[in-house]
């Protein structure tokens, strides 16, 4: 593969300027849902709405700049990552708005929507299919990842699990985002991890901003990301093979562990009460928040990030024949649902 000769270092910067004022806002609504037998008010930050339809395009855009205001990524260089989907769907479009080249190592979880997103927006996608010891693919991504970098020395790795641009990117742009949208300071913000980038940016301005705040991560069953026992999972976006290099106790006041089941019941909550079409993750997160407030009846206001939206997981989390094949009874109605809140998520970590 041959490297895409671009636009000179000055002009990179100043389209990179111009990608910046297509981040964001996204919005945030309230949703009520029956919650253990109660209603209650949920605020949803609907990251679907972002540019390239998730959270990562406000990523891509803080590795990217890292990478060019260091001088680590020069004209005719070309962007490599290790992506479970939103990510290289977010690099290949800021790629192409630079008119730059990208590589996406992917693995055999990713959305067939997500692949075909990544081809139309002109990246090489590369699909490792080896499960690392874990059970996961995260390991072999890197693997396959430090290869490429050894063979072509214009490739440059964005890094997500290790660079400090990911969680700065949301300490700087989600966080004061997401509290300025809000009447006052949230009792809790939830949001999934992977990286644990958005996570810990988020948290890092909540602790500076407002301390009174907890910040429940929600993380997958499987995952190591955060303190998790390894095993096999099934959903992309949501954990991760190994612990996330930006999470420390500091920064995390609850860790909720959803399984799939959890989540497809409040992804298809959302979507039956409020006519909001959410992400697997968004709807773990859903799930983590539900068992939080169970035990906290006094929290008003409450805050999950929704990292996407529900287009790509027709064929998982909303579809029942998906559940079937992995195992798991597709969740019922709200006589299941209430069930599941109290014991379908595995466990919360005070
Ligand atoms: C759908 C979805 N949810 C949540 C996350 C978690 O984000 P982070 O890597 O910042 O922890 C990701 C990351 O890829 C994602 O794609």
Redesign the pocket.
Known sequence: MTTVEGPAGSALQERLRHFRALLGPTPVTPVTLNIGGRPRTVHLKLEGHNLAG???AR?AYGLVRGLLESGRLRPGDRLLEST????GIALAMLARYLQIGFTAVVDPLVAPESLRRLSELGAEVVTVTERDASGGYLLSRLDRVAELLKENPRYVWTN?YGSPD?PAV?RELTGPELLGQLPESPDAVFA????????AGVSRYFREHSPTTEMVAVDIEGSV?FRGRPGRRHL???GASRP?AFLDDSLVDHLQVADIRSAAHYCRLVLREAGLHI????GAVLAGCARYLETHPEAELVVCLC??GGEKYAGTVYNDHWLRSIGVAPPGGDAAGSALSGSAILSGVG
């Open positions: 998730s959270v990562k990523t479970s989907g939103n990510l997500q990911n949301h999934a991890i992977s990286t644990g980038g958005t996570f990301a992309s976006g949501i996330s992400g697997a993750s968004a990292a996407d």
